[in-house]
Structure formats: structure tokens, C-alpha cells
């Protein structure tokens, strides 16, 4: 068991890429508080985790409210005395090219994106540097790497995230604390997004990676469970693209 004993914060943990990791960090032991706005997705969350090695409970929460990001930080730490990872997952996409993109796309997804990653590390660091120890894993994209016609404000809230995991990889290790922070960028993978996506769009995106396919949320899961465990103890600062080969 890789997470025994861990307690492990996910936001966007209801569905995707998040609902895959909430999932695989309970199989491994850890004690998984998933956050998300969705009723729905957090009740089928809680249904499928029940009888993992670890387990899960689950948490109502918009990542841009700072006072409900506190009260939540504080309600795991009074249920379970730490927290030991941070996967900074929520996300949202409004597209639209430059000429065309409005004020309230932009803010958007600046805010989740953004705002919400910054508002979720700011309330759990310091618990980590408390106990000298953790992991933070920000979820970017190759987007935030290379850019995307139509993405201009996804692809700068997934370079910004990148930017954050190395600034705090620093900040974090300060006196030797063993707080580790890396960003992991996926390419394609089939969440619900690209679920809506046309079989004929999805073949081009399988065309231009080169395994020739989508990626599958628990493929990206696992990258998520080295970074939270210890077997990534010596790992920090870092940007991990995993998009089979999407970009070289």
C-alpha cells in the first residue's frame, strides 16, 4: 500500500482525471478527501470507493470561494489531524479564439484554473510545513507547454500552474522541509470533456500522438500516485508531460 496513512485532498475529484486518482489513492490506503461541485458526481464517487483499502469522503466545495476553501481545509485536518498530499486538479474550459473570447470566459477560467489552485495551496501549506513534509501536485497540460488555437486563457492558467509548482518548490523547502511540488501535464485523454467530441476529432488527436491514441484517466492516475508517495521522494520542481507522445 503506497498511501497507508496518508491523507490525500483532491479537487475535481468527481469525475475524470480526479475521480480516477481519488480512486486509485484509496485502493492504495490513503484516506482520499474529494472535493468538487458536483452532487451527483460525488454520490457515484462515494458509492464506487466504498470497501477500498482506504477510504473516501466527500466534499461540496467551489475552489474560488476562499472562505469555503478554509472552512473545508479545516474539517479534513479536524476529522483527520493532517494532510499529506494536494492534488490541485479542478478545472474548466470556455474556448474561444482571441477576437472573440470575452471578459467572462477569461475570468472563468482564470479563477478555477488559477485562483482555485492558488486558493487550495495557500490553506493547505501550511499544515504541511507543520509537519515538515508533503506533496502538491498541480495539474496542468501540454496546452500550458506549447499553447492551442482558441485556449488563450486555458493555456495561460496552465502555464501560470507550472510556474506556481516551481515557485513553491522553492518556497515549501525552505529549512529543509521535505515539501515537495511538481506539475503534470497530460495530452489527450478521454475525460467528459472529449466525450462530447466527435469520433471524426478524435482520430485526428489519435493521429497526432504518437501511440495512436487517447489517454485513459487512470494512465494519468498513476503518475499522480508516484508523485504523492514516497517512492517520488527525492522529486520536486518538476513538470511531467505524460501524453504518449503527443508533443516531442
Known amino acids: 500500500m503506497r498511501l497507508m496513512d496518508k491523507v490525500c485532498v483532491i479537487t475535481g475529484g468527481a469525475s475524470g482525471i480526479g475521480k480516477a486518482a481519488a480512486l486509485l489513492f484509496a485502493s ?8 468538487d461541485l458536483s452532487d451527483e458526481g460525488l454520490k457515484e464517487l462515494a458509492i464506487e470507493g466504498d470497501g477500498l483499502a482506504g477510504a473516501i469522503d466527500t466534499y461540496k466545495l467551489n475552489v474560488t470561494d476562499r472562505d469555503a476553501v478554509a472552512k473545508t ?27 472573440k473570447m470575452t471578459e467572462e470566459q477569461w475570468d472563468a477560467v482564470i479563477n478555477v484554473n488559477l485562483k482555485g489552485v492558488f486558493n487550495m495551496t495557500q490553506a493547505v501549506a501550511p499544515y504541511m510545513r507543520e509537519k515538515g513534509k508533503g506533496s502538491i501536485i498541480n495539474t496542468s497540460s501540454v496546452v500550458g507547454l506549447w499553447g492551442n488555437p482558441g485556449q488563450s486563457n486555458y493555456s495561460a492558467t496552465k502555464a501560470g500552474v507550472i510556474a506556481m509548482a516551481k515557485t513553491w518548490a522553492k518556497e515549501l523547502s525552505h529549512k529543509g522541509a521535505q515539501i515537495r511540488v511538481n506539475a503534470v501535464c497530460p495530452g489527450f485523454v478521454m475525460t467528459p470533456i472529449l466525450e462530447t467530441v466527435p469520433e471524426k476529432i478524435l482520430d485526428m488527436m489519435k493521429a497526432k500522438t504518437m501511440l495512436g491514441r487517447i489517454g ?11 508523485l504523492a508517495s514516497d517512492d517520488s521522494s527525492y522529486i520536486t520542481g518538476q513538470v511531467i508531460v505524460a501524453d504518449g507522445g503527443l508533443v516531442m
Open 73 to 99: 481545509i479545516r474539517e479534513i485536518m479536524d476529522k483527520y489531524g493532517q494532510i499529506d498530499v494536494l492534488v490541485n486538479n479542478a478545472g474548466i474550459i470556455k474556448d474561444a479564439l482571441l477576437p
Open 216 to 226: 485513459k484517466p487512470e494512465e494519468i492516475a498513476k503518475v499522480y500516485l508516484f
Open 28 to 35: 492504495e490506503g490513503a484516506r482520499v478527501a474529494a472535493c
